[in-house]
């Protein structure tokens, strides 16, 4: 079945630095792929849709210029954390989805930010 | 807007019993919903989605329009059934991101 690989899984970083997040398609190619953010015991939120080729399109509330996305190829999709502070600790786990699939997910990344 | 609400945040039962976990979605074009099970420790995986109309590990879950419902059931709870549950919409297509209910926590007793 499809496989998307999320790298690197845990990171921990200093207030005011930048944290690059990589999200791969391993069989199979993504035009599309999603970011998406979950805090503590809470649900997934979609931050983003990523677009091959193009530019990203974010859901209302999230800052663009602060979570940058780059999706390169057809199975690469990027989310950079830029100047991140404390409250930008979180979750962060990507998806794409096979045609005729259904979404597959990679396995998050914990983002602390000290 | 989008919404998909699962009113129970916890649920448990005991091994053997029925199992029915709920969700309701509002959406005003035509839906795609999905079941994603996340066991500890482990990333969402896919369980059930409602065009397939699959039995996945004894679940089945049935779109009911007129209610505007997808609730997953299963007939008699195993204990390696305990995990987090979410239930999600999507717009149909795959060309954007799922909403997400706030998910049910299944606890299966011995």
């Known amino acids: 079945g499809a496989v998307v690989s999320q790298h690197p899984s845990r990171v921990i970083c200093k207030s005011g630095t930048s944290v690059k997040i990589e999200c791969r398609s391993l069989?199979?190619?993504?035009?599309?792929m999603f970011w998406y953010r979950q805090f503590p015991k809470q649900s997934l939120m979609l931050m983003a849709t990523?677009?091959?080729?193009?530019?990203?399109?974010?859901e209302q509330g999230v800052e663009k210029d602060k979570f940058l996305i780059n999706h390169a190829s057809l199975t690469l999709s990027t989310l950079t954390v830029t100047s991140a502070h404390p409250e930008d600790s979180s979750f962060y786990i990507c998806?794409?989805?096979?045609?005729?699939?259904?979404?597959?997910f990679g396995s998050g990344t914990r983002l602390t930010v000290v | 807007a989008q919404r998909v609400t699962q009113p129970e945040k916890l649920l448990s039962v005991f091994k053997g019993a029925p199992v029915e976990l709920k969700c309701n979605y509002s959406?005003?074009?035509?839906?795609?919903l999905f079941w994603y099970v996340q066991y500890s420790r482990q990333r969402l995986q896919l369980l059930l989605r409602?065009?397939s109309r699959e039995s996945i590990k004894g679940f089945t879950a049935d779109l009911n329009k007129g209610e505007t419902s997808f609730h997953l059931k299963k007939p008699f709870a195993q204990e390696e059934d305990s995990a987090m549950y979410y239930c999600?919409?999507?717009?149909?297509?795959?060309?954007?991101?799922?909403?997400f209910g706030k998910g049910t926590h299944l606890i299966i007793q011995p």
């Open positions: 998806s794409a989805r096979e045609y005729g699939q259904g979404y597959t």
């Open positions: 069989d199979f190619q993504a035009t599309t």
């Open positions: 990523s677009n091959e080729g193009s530019k990203a399109t974010y």
């Open positions: 959406y005003s074009g035509s839906p795609e």
């Open positions: 409602h065009i």
């Open positions: 999600a919409l999507g717009s149909g297509g795959g060309a954007d991101g799922l909403t």
